[in-house]
C-alpha cells in the first residue's frame, strides 16, 4: 500500500466554476502524476511533479494548473470547468529508482453539468 | 513523439487457454520502461510486469509474461491459463527516458473478456 489518498472521490460541478482535487501521500515519495481517464484514450497525463515546487506538463494540460507546496500534497485545479473534462482522474506515485512503476490512488469521478 | 499503440479494443478467451495482449510502442529514447496494468471492474489499477529496455530476457510475473521484440518496438502481454478474474481493461505503458519526473504515458487499453 502506498498510501494515497484523493478526495473527493466524487464530485458534480457546473460549467465554469473552479474545482480542486488534492492527492495526498504517507511516504515522500519525490514523482506524483495526475490523469485522467476516458473510454477509447486510456489515460492521459496532465501535470506531473518531480518535487516540491517543481511540476510540468504533461500531454493533455491545458485548461489545468498544478501546486505542489509540499511533498504529500499534489493538488489539480481547474479554474473554469468545462464538459469536456467530465472524467475519472487519477493520482498517481512512483518511488525514486527501482522500474519506477506507478501507484495509483482510487480516482475521483468529476462530472461537469 | 512517444505513442503506445493497442490494436485489441476487445478480446475473448476460454478460460484456461493462453490469451496475448499486443502492444506497439514509439520512442527515440534508448532507455525507456514497459509496463502492463490491469484495472478491473472495481477501477483500480494494478502493476502486472515491467521490462527495461536494456533487459535481454523476457519479463515474467507468474502467469504473466512480456514478450519484448525491441527491433520491431512490441511489447506484448501473454496471459498463461485464463483466469474468470483476468476479465479486465489492460494497459500498455511505457516510461520515457532519463528525462526529468519519469514520464509514463498509457495506450487506449485492451478490454479482455474470459469465457467459462
Known amino acids: 500500500d502506498a498510501g494515497i489518498t484523493q478526495s473527493p472521490r466524487h464530485k458534480v460541478t457546473e460549467t465554469g466554476t473552479p474545482v480542486t482535487l488534492r492527492c495526498h501521500q504517507t511516504?515522500?515519495?519525490?514523482?506524483m502524476y495526475w490523469y485522467r481517464q476516458d473510454p477509447g484514450h486510456g489515460l492521459r497525463l496532465i501535470h506531473y511533479?518531480?518535487?516540491?515546487?517543481?511540476?510540468d506538463k504533461g500531454e493533455v494540460s491545458d485548461g489545468y494548473s498544478v501546486s505542489r507546496s509540499k511533498t504529500e500534497d499534489f493538488l489539480l485545479t481547474l479554474e473554469s470547468a468545462t464538459s469536456s473534462q467530465t472524467s475519472v482522474y487519477f493520482c498517481?506515485?512512483?518511488?525514486?529508482?527501482?522500474?519506477?512503476?506507478?501507484?495509483f490512488g482510487s480516482g475521483t469521478q468529476l462530472s461537469v453539468l | 513523439a512517444q505513442k503506445i499503440t493497442q490494436t485489441q479494443p476487445g478480446m475473448f478467451v476460454q478460460e484456461k487457454e493462453a490469451v496475448t495482449l499486443d502492444c506497439t510502442y514509439d520512442?527515440?529514447?534508448?532507455?525507456?520502461?514497459l509496463f502492463w496494468y490491469k484495472q478491473p471492474s472495481s477501477g483500480e489499477m494494478i502493476f502486472l510486469i515491467y521490462?527495461?529496455?536494456?533487459?535481454?530476457q523476457n519479463a515474467t510475473e507468474g502467469r504473466y509474461s512480456l514478450n519484448f521484440q525491441k527491433a520491431r518496438k512490441s511489447a506484448n502481454l501473454v496471459i498463461s491459463a485464463s483466469q474468470l478474474g483476468d476479465s479486465a481493461m489492460y494497459f500498455c505503458?511505457?516510461?520515457?527516458?532519463?528525462?526529468?519526473?519519469?514520464?509514463?504515458?498509457f495506450g487506449a487499453g485492451t478490454r479482455l473478456f474470459v469465457k467459462a
Open positions: 520512442t527515440s529514447d534508448q532507455s525507456y520502461g
Open positions: 511516504e515522500n515519495h519525490r514523482y
Open positions: 521490462q527495461g529496455s536494456y533487459d535481454e
Open positions: 511533479s518531480y518535487g516540491v515546487k517543481d511540476t
Open positions: 505503458a511505457m516510461r520515457e527516458g532519463n528525462t526529468g519526473g519519469f514520464k509514463t504515458i
Open positions: 498517481a506515485i512512483s518511488l525514486q529508482g527501482g522500474d519506477e512503476k506507478l501507484f
